[in-house]
């Protein structure tokens, strides 16, 4: 349970005075991107902060006043001018005028009643706003503030402006703000107090406070003392959580695997290669984990064509030498299959049984696989994530693999424990994404991480290329010079669904005109084909009946056809780095000569340039994704956005990389000595975790 204290700041929006339902709407879709699918608590305008700062603190007559430069003046009113009948663009001005001068109040649109009310002739008024020289005489076009002398204490003289969305007034959100920064409860603190001395960095308080109410530029910036104190507060709840669930993991029983060797040795010798060092080297890592009596949760990281398959091969054998099962989850039906088809050709005459399952998969076929699966007549079960659904019910699974999950979350890890229960399942997380190093730490703390580091010997690099779409006809001719020497090309698209958005040239269009080319050398697949028109397509390819794959991002992961040696990206500005290459680690499989061309069309963006440049220069997974971070930001690179993963709101990297590490030696000594966080900062350190929503790893520690 959320401790009390953190109740108010827990509230709906609407409990806010003056935000009704249509405010709160725009004021949840200003917050949504930081807060859990779009719905926006009091917290989330707490870590809302301004972008910039309007100093009405210039008091000049009107004498004295700036063009260009915000004023906050006293003035009599002199005369209302309102637009003669029927003329609406011309404006209506009040005119106005001190000891010094005079000075023109200038409205378009305006309501006469209202600014009669506002403005009556004969009174003084302050107004605050930006005067400008129109034309010799001195203006101030819609005043920011208008109130009488004796409301004077009202006008904000360093003025917070809020980032905001359409509809939503600047006003209505400063006041929304203030409202939440005045219902902060008096919090315990929860760091250490000669850490923030060192650091000279204000209480969680009064940093919330500094934030909203900056009496400087300085202190709008992420380094300023309050900024970096609540980024700090940010990334140590992250690494607590995280170091949460890896203790956590360690306490648990596993069980010790070992297994005699026999399946892989047998393994070994009907695989065509030696493994490589890395390979050799992960397995070593994986299997002296499998055989602690703890639960293993590792990832591996290796670039497109690193050979991670046979890693996952070989893990799997150690658990059913042992007499279990084994799990392996793709992320889509076409890699299912494929592991399936890889899988079925080394793995079954050594004996091992392997089966696949999909939503596919259905009515009596389906339970006879559920049948032998529970009988341990299975060895290894290949599928989506319909394999961890009700309903699947292994006689005694003991090793999961999750290949190509970079989407694979936190939640999903903690989901996939929850369900393995006493079990107590070892699993194995593979990505081609190499992530950056400050990204591990955040998103995969709670994991051990293993690297291919080299490619299989014998791999050329791509030759890669960028060129206008303009030059689509020299690529064509090309592309057919390659094809009559036997050559194979994938063709990529933008995604099908996007394309009204993206105005894309839909995979279905290019299909037509290669086709009207090429013939039936071409072969289409996209998202929203049925799953057996896309496994035929990828198996005419594979086989080498077609040519041209002609695809959307469908074939992005793990798709593997030696013979295939040309990559055409169409639109390639609008992909990611990453994705990039991913794309890119299709060809280059076998030990012939291999192409990627980058179509894209002009005129390129500044980052577009940046991310084509980075990927010509490099073919170093590990580099580009450091770029991508650079280029892009956290979420993007790891695809979080789309998986619920909570990105953070007040920290960023790589710019807080130095606090991101200060976080993560600060939460491995907490536990270190306060394991369950019982002690008084431990209960402290309980509230910073439900202030920033890591509350399933509290969970956590009520169940151990
Ligand atoms: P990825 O890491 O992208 O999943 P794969 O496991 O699909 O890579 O391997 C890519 C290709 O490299 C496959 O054709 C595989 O058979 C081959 N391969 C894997 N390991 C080796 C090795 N040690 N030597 C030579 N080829 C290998
Ligand atoms: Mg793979």
Request: glycine share 8%; hydrophobic share 45%.
């Amino acid at each position: 349970m959320r401790p009390h204290i953190l109740t108010p700041l827990f509230a709906d929006l609407k409990d806010l005075q003056g935000i009704g339902p249509r405010l709160q709407k725009l004021l949840k879709r200003l917050l949504a991107p930081q807060a859990r699918q779009g719905d926006a608590k009091i917290v989330d305008l707490l870590f809302h902060f301004p972008l910039s700062l309007i100093d009405r603190r210039a008091r000049p007559t009107i004498a004295q006043a700036v063009p260009g430069q915000i004023a906050t003046m006293a003035v009599e009113v002199a005369e209302h001018r309102p637009p003669p009948r029927g003329q609406r663009r011309v404006p209506y001005r009040v005119i106005c005028s001190d000891d010094t001068g005079s000075l023109e109040l200038v409205f378009f649109h305006a309501k006469a009643a209202y600014l009669e009310k506002q403005l009556p002739v004969g009174e003084t008024r302050i107004v605050s706003g930006r005067v400008e020289d129109y034309g010799g005489r001195l203006q101030m076009p819609h005043p920011d503030h208008i109130l009488s002398e004796a409301d004077l204490d009202e006008l904000p003289l360093l003025e917070p402006v809020y980032p905001l969305t359409a509809g939503l007034s600047g006003k209505v959100a400063r006041k929304a703000a203030a409202q939440a920064v005045a219902r902060l409860p008096k919090l315990p603190e929860w760091q250490d107090p000669a850490w923030l001395a060192r650091q000279h960095w204000p209480s969680f308080q009064d940093a919330v406070c500094a934030a909203h109410a900056p009496q400087s530029e300085d202190d709008l910036l992420p380094s300023s003392p309050a900024h970096r104190r609540l980024a700090f507060d940010e990334l140590l709840a992250n690494q607590l959580a995280l170091a949460l669930v890896r203790q956590r993991l360690h306490k648990t029983t596993g069980r010790a695997l070992r297994g005699d060797g026999t399946l892989r040795a047998r393994i070994g010798e009907a695989l065509p290669f030696e493994l490589t060092p890395s390979q050799a080297q992960v397995m070593g890592e994986i299997e002296a984990d499998m055989a602690e009596p703890t639960r293993m949760l590792r990832l591996l990281q290796g670039d497109v064509g690193s050979g991670k398959t046979v890693v996952a091969l070989l893990a799997m054998a150690v658990a059913i030498e042992a007499g279990a099962q084994a799990a392996l989850m793709a992320p889509t039906e076409l890699l299912a299959r494929q592991h399936l088809k890889t899988l079925m050709e080394i793995a079954e005459p050594t004996g091992i049984r392997v089966a696949l399952l999909t939503s596919r998969e259905k009515g009596k076929a389906r339970s006879e696989i559920l049948d032998a699966l529970a009988r341990g007549e299975i060895d290894i079960l290949i599928g989506t994530h319909a394999l961890f659904q009700e309903g699947v019910d292994f006689k005694d699974l003991a090793v999961a693999v999750i290949d190509e999950q970079h989407r694979f979350g936190v939640h999903q890890r903690l989901a996939l424990q929850a369900k393995s229960g006493a079990g107590a399942i070892d699993v194995l997380v593979m990505t081609a994404t190499p992530i950056p190093r400050t990204l591990l730490l955040t998103h995969y703390g709670d994991m051990e991480v293993s690297k291919l580091l080299e490619k299989p010997a014998g791999r050329k690099p791509v030759a890669t290329r960028a060129m206008p779409i303009d030059r689509l006809n020299e690529i064509l001719d090309r592309l057919e010079a390659a094809l009559a020497t036997g050559a194979q090309a994938y063709w990529v698209c933008p995604l099908v669904e996007e394309s009204d958005v993206l105005d894309a040239t839909a995979a279905e269009e290019r299909f037509a005109a290669l086709k009207a080319r090429f013939g039936d050398r071409v072969a289409l697949v996209h998202g929203q084909m049925s799953g057996s028109d896309k496994d035929a397509a990828m198996q005419a390819f594979a086989d080498g009946k077609v040519s041209i794959l002609v695809a959307t991002t469908v074939i992005e992961v793990g798709v593997d056809v030696p013979n295939a040696t040309i990559m055409v990206i169409e639109h390639a500005e609008r992909f990611g780095l990453a994705q990039l290459h991913q794309l890119r680690g299709r060809v280059g499989r076998g030990s012939s000569q291999s192409a990627c061309i980058l179509m894209y069309k002009p005129p390129l963006s500044e980052t577009a340039r940046a991310r084509l440049n980075a990927l010509r220069e490099s073919e170093d997974g590990f580099k580009i994704a450091e770029d991508d971070l650079r280029l892009r930001g956290g979420g993007e690179v790891l695809g979080t956005r789309q998986s619920g993963l909570p990105e953070f709101r007040v920290a960023s990297l790589p710019r807080d990389d130095d606090l991101l590490s200060a976080a993560r030696d600060d939460a491995r000594l907490i536990l270190a000595n306060d394991a369950d966080l019982s002690g008084a900062r431990g209960q402290t350190l309980r509230v910073l975790l439900y202030l920033f929503e890591r509350d399933e790893a509290i969970r956590l520690l009520k169940a151990g």
